[in-house]
């Protein structure tokens, strides 16, 4: 998901406590399907219905069955009732407190048999007035009153009774929404039937056979336009259905069918690089929700802001709207649906790995350029933000905001996964890692650490350190670069601190490009220790050298520093230096004059003046040249000396 809701202080001191509190008896029971049937209004948050829950025994017996629903978060306002439940189609007696059902089984059910419970009940499912996205949300835009749902990580329960555990997702999910006849519908999975009943009402049935965890099962109701198209698959062959719901009347329309039209392109870029669209038997789609911005990757149907659809608004000066939700959200249909963390501590794995797409995205269908410019913008903002994990430890993960961290998890995860593709330096081999891990743990859960193995066997390469201060550490590290080069060698001295006392050093390659008078070239280098001293063959007179110069690194303020004339060059003097007029060139004594020749270039590199020096002192007059920096090599035998002056 990404959202940019302002939440107040009173609703984070509501929630705080009692996010996640899953309950140990739901440990001994495995969901096979969820079959919702509910009344829902578009102009109201309150529903009614049934939800069936078929499940398998997995612990020796279950003689009490428990769920997850609410009874109340806010007096009055949110709330849900539970009016009756029947097991195997039998009434039973249950009790309804602290957020959870507790149903007792007339007669416990042994292992490995399966059960369906029934829970009807009813309530006002919006978890708070004041918040956007938490349980059911009604809007009004364009004059078309609809509601939507918005359950991740665990508010779910407070609009459908589910066993809000991450690692059980349900191998199917059923979804009869009955509404007025005026109104569509949008869900999960292929919308089996549409059936119109008495009273100007009409029952939607949605169905998906894909495994789904429990926040990703959504509905989106009101009077909405439905417009079908098709994304292509690579191969030629197959495609996906797109199928959406719009706001023709909006003038935000023509740019969310544009918006439609690039998914189908990053929908064949992401099926190339990571594997194919892993609902393709099922659909892809949007509904589009009165909310400004924000979206979630609901499984098969991504809910998402008017505004985050638009592909003309800019962000950061060159990346649209569309980039930034677009491709973050179908990219979380392999990162997040496809692929689920297994614990919300792992968030990296759904919110940097969706937020690493936007970059690829950018890449691949726009520029390089625009690409550089998102990543270096990921980096301005982490550097703020000297400390924290990505990893989300157990002392923080009760709150959601410390799970849905902006600068952790949307911008320094998909930094440093960043990083991994430059530590693997060879970009097939990087996408095989994440094609991997996609097909290792199709249609399931995985951890960190799950992502690490695969990484490791797939490109042979250790991580241990990459995860231990990229992933579990804390910060980045400073570089402070220095050089000098004597003839043919140069000296490069990298002295790396960090912005936390957390974690000390990172070791990391890092690229050094080098400019020299007649051309630049990229070197590798290694950061094993703090303090590090390298001495390189460079015959090539070095004029100046860049840091990272494509932005792989996450990094702050790393300086390069060359030392200059007096400390290298021996065989000759430059001044005055800065020079007004007429610079004069003073040979050291035993150079021999024959075959002597001094030539001036400017900081580009372009050859401006050659002449050869036959005396010990020779001026050079320099009024022709602009005011600036400029480079003077010095040709003696088998000798090249280089340095710089200054015209002003
Ligand atoms: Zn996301």
Same mark, same amino acid.
């Given at each position: 998901m ?6 107040t202080?009173?609703? /984070?001191i509501? *929630? ?51 769920v ?6 806010? @007096?009055g306002?949110?709330?849900m ?8 189609g039998? %009434?039973?007696? +249950?009790?309804?407190h602290?957020?959870?059902? +507790? ?11 399966? +059960?369906s419970a ?5 309530g006002n #499912?919006?978890?708070?007035s004041? =918040? ?7 809007y009004n ?10 359950s991740?990580p ?11 555990? /991450? ?14 006849? !005026?109104?569509k ?6 919308l ?8 100007g009402k009409?029952k ?18 009101g009077p /909405? ?8 698959l690579?191969?030629?062959t197959d %495609? @996906? ?5 719009? +706001? ?7 740019t969310?069918?544009k918006?439609i039209n690039?998914?189908?392109q990053? /929908?064949?870029?992401f099926?190339?690089?990571?594997g ?5 038997d099922?659909k ?6 009165g909310s400004q911005? #924000?979206a ?8 998402? #802001?008017?505004?985050?659809?638009? =592909?003309t608004? !800019?962000m950061?000066?060159v ?6 939700y ?9 990162f ?8 919300w ?27 550089d410019?998102?990543i270096?913008?990921?980096?301005n903002?982490?550097?703020? @933000?000297p400390?924290g994990?990505?990893y ?6 009760a ?7 902006y ?9 440093i ?9 060879n970009?097939?081999l ?6 991997n891990?996609? %097909? !290792?743990?199709?249609y399931s ?6 992502f690490?193995?695969i990484?490791?066997?797939? !490109?042979?390469?250790?991580f241990?350190?990459?995860?231990n201060q990229?992933?579990?550490g804390e910060?980045?590290p400073?570089?402070?670069v ?23 050093l990172?070791?990391t390659?890092f690229?050094l490009?080098?400019?020299?008078? =007649? ?6 280098l290694f950061?094993g ?6 001495k ?5 007179p ?14 702050s303020n790393?300086?390069?520093? #060359? ?25 050291k ?11 001036? *270039? ?7 003046l ?7 002192k =020779?001026?050079?007059n320099?009024n022709?040249?602009?005011?600036? @920096?400029?480079?003077?090599?010095l ?5 090249t000396?280089?340095t ?5």
């Amino acid at each position: 998901m990404k959202k940019l809701v302002i939440l107040t202080v009173s609703f /984070l001191i509501l *929630f705080a406590q009692f996010v996640f509190s899953q309950n140990i008896l739901e440990n001994k029971y495995d969901v096979k399907q969820y079959i919702l049937d509910l009344q829902i209004s578009n102009s109201s948050t309150v529903i009614s219905g049934n939800v069936i829950i078929n499940a398998n025994v997995t612990s020796t017996s279950l003689d009490t069955f428990v769920v997850d629903l609410i009874d109340t978060i806010v @007096v009055g306002q949110t709330y849900m009732v539970v009016d009756s439940v029947f097991i195997n189609g039998v %009434s039973n007696t +249950f009790q309804h407190h602290n957020d959870l059902i +507790f149903i007792p089984m007339a007669t416990a059910i042994p292992q490995n048999q399966t +059960f369906s419970a029934q829970i009807y009940y009813h309530g006002n #499912g919006t978890a708070n007035s004041q =918040t956007n996205y938490n349980g059911i949300s009604k809007y009004n835009y364009t004059g078309k009153i609809h509601t939507f749902t918005f359950s991740e990580p665990t508010w779910s329960k407070v609009w459908w009774p589910c066993k809000q555990d /991450l690692k059980d997702k349900a191998d199917s999910v059923t979804f009869y929404i009955t509404t007025n006849a !005026t109104n569509k519908s949008g869900s999960n999975g292929i919308l089996k039937s549409t059936e119109s009943l008495p009273g100007g009402k009409v029952k939607y049935k949605w169905v998906s056979k894909y495994p789904t965890d429990f926040y990703l099962i959504s509905f989106t109701v009101g009077p /909405l336009t439905e417009y079908i198209t098709y994304a292509p698959l690579p191969g030629g062959t197959d %495609s @996906v259905l797109l199928q959406n719901l719009l +706001f023709p009347s909006s003038s935000y329309y023509q740019t969310h069918l544009k918006a439609i039209n690039k998914t189908k392109q990053l /929908l064949y870029l992401f099926s190339e690089l990571i594997g194919t669209y892993p609902f393709k038997d099922e659909k892809y789609g949007y509904c589009v929700v009165g909310s400004q911005l #924000g979206a979630m990757e609901h499984q098969t149907m991504c809910t998402i #802001g008017y505004q985050a659809m638009d =592909t003309t608004s !800019t962000m950061y000066g060159v990346n649209t709207y569309y980039v930034w939700y677009v491709a973050h959200e179908l990219g979380h249909q392999w990162f997040g649906n496809y692929v689920t963390c297994s614990k919300w501590n792992y968030i990296w794995l759904s919110e940097g790995f969706a937020s690493y797409m936007e970059y690829v995205a950018l890449q691949n269908l726009e520029s390089q350029t625009k690409a550089d410019y998102w990543i270096q913008e990921a980096h301005n903002e982490i550097i703020l @933000v000297p400390g924290g994990s990505v990893y989300v430890p157990d002392s923080l993960v009760a709150d959601e905001n410390n799970v849905f961290d902006y600068i952790l998890e949307y911008k320094k995860g998909p930094s440093i996964l960043h990083i991994m593709r430059y530590e693997i330096n060879n970009d097939s081999l990087f996408f095989a890692v994440l094609k991997n891990y996609l %097909s !290792t743990y199709a249609y399931s859960v995985a951890s960190a650490d799950d992502f690490k193995q695969i990484a490791e066997s797939t !490109t042979g390469i250790n991580f241990s350190d990459y995860f231990n201060q990229w992933y579990y550490g804390e910060g980045y590290p400073i570089f402070n670069v220095n050089w000098n080069q004597n003839n043919d060698t140069l000296t490069i001295t990298s002295n790396q601190t960090t912005s936390t006392a957390i974690t000390t050093l990172f070791k990391t390659h890092f690229d050094l490009k080098i400019n020299y008078v =007649t051309g630049d070239t990229i070197i590798r280098l290694f950061q094993g220790s703090n303090n590090e001293t390298y001495k390189i063959y460079f015959p090539e007179p070095v004029t100046s050298i860049e840091f990272d110069p494509h932005f792989w690194l996450l990094q702050s303020n790393s300086i390069t520093t #060359g030392i200059e004339k007096n400390n290298i060059f021996s065989s000759f003097e430059v001044f005055p230096n800065p020079a007004k007029d007429k610079i004069t060139i003073k040979l050291k004594q035993g150079i021999k004059l024959n075959n002597t020749i001094i030539s001036i *270039f400017d900081i580009q590199g372009q050859l401006l003046l050659q002449q050869a020096i036959k005396l010990e002192k =020779t001026e050079i007059n320099i009024n022709g040249l602009t005011n600036g @920096v400029y480079i003077l090599k010095l040709n003696s035998n088998d000798k090249t000396e280089v340095t710089k002056f200054v015209k002003e």
